[in-house]
């Protein structure tokens, strides 16, 4: 199984970025995803999941800014992440939770 992100970068405070995440070595299609986020000196905390059936779910601190979606075709599950904030700033991680792998991560870095 290999997890592999794409997509972060510096964007200036409100701007927007769109990380991805594919998948290889799994069923793609009936495993649950999520992202995380590791802010420097602090935890890694989950940001977005999203299960096989397609719900998904969302930390407080993002709701309304970032969308999590997945197309099954492609193996690959996407971050949408628009107004940025400085406080956005982290690197994130995607985890595929049937075997709990995570990814080598991307780095989102915000202006502001």
């Known amino acids: 199984e290999h997890v592999v992100e794409s997509g972060g970068g510096l964007v200036q405070a409100g701007g927007s970025l769109r990380l991805s995440c594919t998948v290889n070595g799994i069923i793609f299609s009936t495993n649950d995803m999520a992202w995380y986020r590791q802010g420097p000196g602090v935890q890694r905390d989950m940001v977005a999941t999203?299960?096989?059936?397609?719900?998904?779910d969302y930390a407080d601190s993002v709701k309304g800014r970032f969308t999590i979606s997945r197309d099954n075709a492609k193996n690959t599950t996407y971050l949408q992440m628009n107004s940025l904030k400085p406080e956005d700033t982290a690197v994130y991680y995607c985890?595929?939770?049937?075997?709990?792998?995570w990814g080598q991560g991307t780095q989102v870095t915000v202006s502001s």
């Open positions: 985890r595929e939770l049937q075997f709990g792998s």
């Open positions: 999203i299960t096989s059936g397609g719900r998904s």
